[in-house]
T-cell receptor, first 115, second 114 residues
């Protein structure tokens, strides 16, 4: 089955700095890679996703890059703000099957943005 | 779109008791998933439904766990004879059939078994 490793486990930055979170996956069949943000007491919220036919995707201050050959994908947050503080999870799945929503998650990164 | 709704938000029970959680997916979402999340970990897949049919169950789902989605709308997850190891956040998620439909999560039910 799929295995997703996520690093770092904690990340502390100053407001305005950039933050980068990296994930690797093991199953070359995986082709859909969402990122979720989870705040205390809430469920994960999708913030951006990328499919394997695209190398990079950007949405305002958030971008995701994918290297299929190396099986790496990364989340980049620019101009961080205190409200970006949360736990971030990467995930992977194969979107061509019936269990497209069966995601394998990384272990999470606790991001703290200091004002 | 009112989001995925889960009830209750918190449940404290004694070891050996049975508990049941409910999930109301986003309307018109025909696929519904249950995940379990323990402290400091990412969510882990438990089972999923397409309409009323349960299509897959994880090996994490022991015989004490049962899930239903009788009319293809809301779903229930029951845990019988709870154990302390069952303490976790139980998350429900849903999406529409079609590979471009993202998975939306509810805010979960936090179970504490004493």
């Amino acid at each position: 089955g799929e295995n997703v490793e996520q690093h770092p486990s904690t990340l502390s930055v100053q407001e305005g700095d950039s933050a980068v979170i990296k994930c690797t996956y093991s199953d070359s069949a995986s082709n859909y890679f969402p990122w979720y943000k989870q705040e205390l007491g809430k469920g994960p919220q999708l913030i951006i996703d990328i499919r394997s036919n695209v190398g990079e995707k950007k949405d305002q201050r958030i971008a995701v890059t994918l290297n299929k050959t190396a099986k790496h994908f990364s989340l980049h947050i620019t101009e961080t703000q205190p409200e970006d503080s949360a736990v971030y999870f990467c995930a992977a799945t194969f979107s061509g099957g019936t269990s497209y929503g069966k995601l394998t998650f990384g272990q999470g990164t606790i991001l703290t943005v200091h004002p | 779109d009112t989001g995925v709704s889960q009830d209750p938000r918190h449940k404290i029970t004694k070891r050996g008791q049975n508990v049941t959680f409910r999930c109301d997916p986003i309307s018109e979402h025909n696929r519904l998933y249950w995940y379990r999340q323990t402290l400091g970990q990412g969510p882990e897949f438990l089972t999923y439904f397409q309409n009323e049919a349960q299509l897959e169950k994880s090996r994490l789902l022991s015989d004490r766990f049962s899930a239903e989605r009788p009319k293809g709308s809301f779903s229930t997850l029951e845990i019988q004879r709870t154990e302390q190891g069952d303490s976790a956040m139980y998350l429900c998620a849903s999406h529409r059939t079609g590979n471009n439909s993202p998975l939306h999560f509810g805010n979960g039910t936090r179970l504490t078994v004493t």
